[in-house]
């Protein structure tokens, strides 16, 4: 159950495979993950953490609401 909050890129991408998305594969200039049609842009590894309005936005654009993320 990861929190809802500042979170670290890596276990950002753990969670999202849990979530059934695939990747992250590169392009542009951000790695993105993939779940059927659904496209979600990662950030790029730097020192610190994702911060929690970031990761409002990235579960938005998953189509994952806060209950389901905090059960995943």
Same mark, same amino acid.
């Not at 200039?29 to 779940?35: K, P, S």
């Not at 979600?40 to 929690?52: A, K, L, S, T």
């Given at each position: ?5 500042? !979170?670290?890129?890596?276990? /950002? !991408?753990?969670? /999202?495979?849990?979530?059934?998305? #695939? ?12 779940? &059927?049609?659904?496209?979600?842009? !990662?950030?790029?590894?730097?020192? &610190? ?5 970031? /990761?409002?936005?990235? /579960? ?6 806060? #209950? +389901?993320? +905090?059960?995943?």
């Amino acid at each position: 159950m990861p929190p809802y909050g500042p !979170i670290q890129r890596r276990r /950002l !991408i753990r969670t /999202l495979r849990k979530a059934g998305f #695939e990747g992250p594969f590169a392009g542009g200039r951000h790695q993105h993950m993939v779940r &059927g049609a659904v496209r979600v842009d !990662i950030p790029n590894p730097h020192g &610190g953490d994702i911060g929690r309005g970031l /990761l409002a936005v990235i /579960l938005q654009q998953a189509g994952i609401t806060r #209950e +389901e993320w +905090e059960n995943l």
